[in-house]
């Protein structure tokens, strides 16, 4: 017997209400755990406390994390998405490194996105987004050293960036900018930087808060571009020995 066009719908409301039903506590906290477990894994990557190269299993990370196997596993596959690490069958999981080629296509691909965020962040910027940012440049002046900031000015870099991100006020361009910078984390810690390559990119990153408190926002679109040029020409120049970067040890 045919349906009604009534039971048609009827069917349609009740599929459309099981959707927009809360999820249960169980797939919730799954949920919560996965992203749990994906921030954990992609924290030690960035790091380097889990090395470009190092083979790894879903049960050493589920150990190494405090998290079982299931959101383990979600995360894996998310970071490998992300280009972090690679899947092989019947061996596990290995951590990517970083090449010639994707270091150059991360610096385009930044090179496209993240000078028009600083122009906008010219346009849009409010006091207190202008204070936060001179706030950090104050305290990354305090860690110029090589040897001994690296990992304090690499932090300071990150929420630089993702600041200025956040004040341009289009949270799509936010989105696409920072897995690009967590990306480029991995630079930070490898033996490549010349004796002023932190004093250089503290110079940079006065310039483009310059153009940004000024309001000027192509002083500002170029000042990031330049920063992004010179970071990449102070890598390729350290690293061109290298097939792969190299991490420090």
Do not use: C
């Amino acid at each position: 017997m045919r349906k009604s066009a009534g039971a048609h719908k009827s069917n349609a409301v009740q599929r459309t209400d099981a959707r927009m039903r809360p999820q249960p506590a169980s797939e919730k906290t799954l949920l919560s755990l996965s992203d749990a477990a994906y921030e954990a894994i992609k924290h030690r990557i960035l790091s380097l406390a889990l090395r470009p190269g190092l083979f790894v299993t879903e049960q050493t990370l589920s150990d190494m994390i405090g998290i079982s196997r299931m959101p383990v596993h979600q995360a894996v596959q998310r970071l490998k998405s992300d280009g972090l690490l690679d899947v092989i069958a019947r061996k596990g999981i290995i951590i990517r490194m970083t090449s010639f080629k994707e270091l150059l296509e991360l610096f385009e691909a930044r090179l496209i996105v993240e000078p028009g965020i600083a122009s906008l962040a010219a346009e849009r910027i409010d006091a207190p987004g202008l204070k936060a940012l001179r706030t950090m440049l104050a305290q990354s002046r305090d860690h110029l050293d090589q040897k001994s900031s690296r990992r304090n000015f690499m932090a300071l870099d990150r929420a630089f960036h993702g600041a200025i991100a956040e004040a341009a006020g289009n949270a799509i361009l936010a989105e696409a900018q920072r897995p690009l910078h967590e990306r480029s984390m991995r630079v930070w810690l490898v033996r490549v930087w010349g004796p002023d390559g932190l004093k250089d990119t503290q110079r940079e990153h006065e310039a483009i808060m310059s153009a940004i408190a000024a309001s000027r926002p192509e002083p500002a679109r170029k000042a990031m571009a330049h920063h992004l040029e010179g970071l990449r020409d102070r890598i390729v120049q350290g690293s061109r020995q290298f097939e792969e970067l190299v991490p420090e040890l």
